[in-house]
T-cell receptor, first 114, second 112 residues
């Protein structure tokens, strides 16, 4: 069983479109995250939710809207896609918030905006 | 702000060579330190961690020691294998901000 699963794995779309990426974890964790990895492999946090409540929003354009229907799911919707949104998006989870917590990552969604 | 710096890659080594990947951090207080590994086409996985000064994290032959005096957490392995080819990320976390800050990653290629 995959611990953190995200779909789709690949997403190719035109500029201006709206798209969603879904994430689910079956680990019973309270905290979920979205990270963006650029072409140079640099990884930056976008959002964090704890028990469905938003706790981190890292100056991400408001075209990006996360939604957590329950603590096992954290979806990412992106409006009006731009070329600069092309990246790999990783969902992750941890048992709870805290400095010693281990992150469990999904396998990523490669988004290409043409 | 808090940050993590790593040696630039790519690093190419022959099988059974000694590996060091340097990592230094800037942070106030007492962060926890981590090494994550990303194999091709996969998400990151925790490799090892250390939560206080002088702690040594170890896993799968990799080691790193938390050095507060030099603000470093260098990753070492005595004898690398082809299967160790991956991107390695140093990271830190503090209670005050409930997130993990990653370094830029160091790509390692091990050739037979």
């Amino acid at each position: 069983d995959t611990a953190v699963s995200q779909t789709p794995k690949y997403l190719v779309t035109q500029m201006g479109n709206d798209k969603s990426i879904k994430c689910e974890q079956n680990l019973g964790h309270d905290t979920m995250y979205w990270y963006k990895q650029d072409s140079k492999k640099f990884l930056k946090i976008m959002f964090s939710y704890n028990n469905k409540e938003l706790i981190i929003n890292e100056t991400v354009p408001n075209r990006f809207s996360p939604k957590s229907p329950d603590k096992a799911h954290l979806n990412l919707h992106i409006n009006s896609l731009e070329l600069g949104d092309s990246a790999v998006y990783f969902c992750a989870s941890s048992r709870q918030t805290g400095r010693n917590e281990k992150l469990f990552f999904g396998s990523g969604t490669q988004l290409s905006v043409l | 702000g808090d940050s993590v710096t790593q040696m630039e890659g790519p690093v190419t080594l022959s099988e059974e060579a000694f590996l060091t990947i340097n990592c230094t951090y800037t942070a106030t207080g007492y962060p926890s330190l981590f090494w994550y590994v990303q194999y091709p086409g996969e998400g990151l996985q925790l490799l090892l961690k250390a939560t206080k000064a002088d702690d040594k994290g170890s896993n799968k032959g990799f080691e790193a020691t938390y050095r507060k005096e030099t603000t470093s957490f260098h990753l070492e392995k005595g004898s690398v294998q082809v299967s160790d080819s991956a991107v390695y990320f140093c990271a830190l976390s503090k209670t005050s901000y409930d997130k993990v800050i990653f370094g830029p990653g160091t790509s390692l290629s091990v050739i037979p």
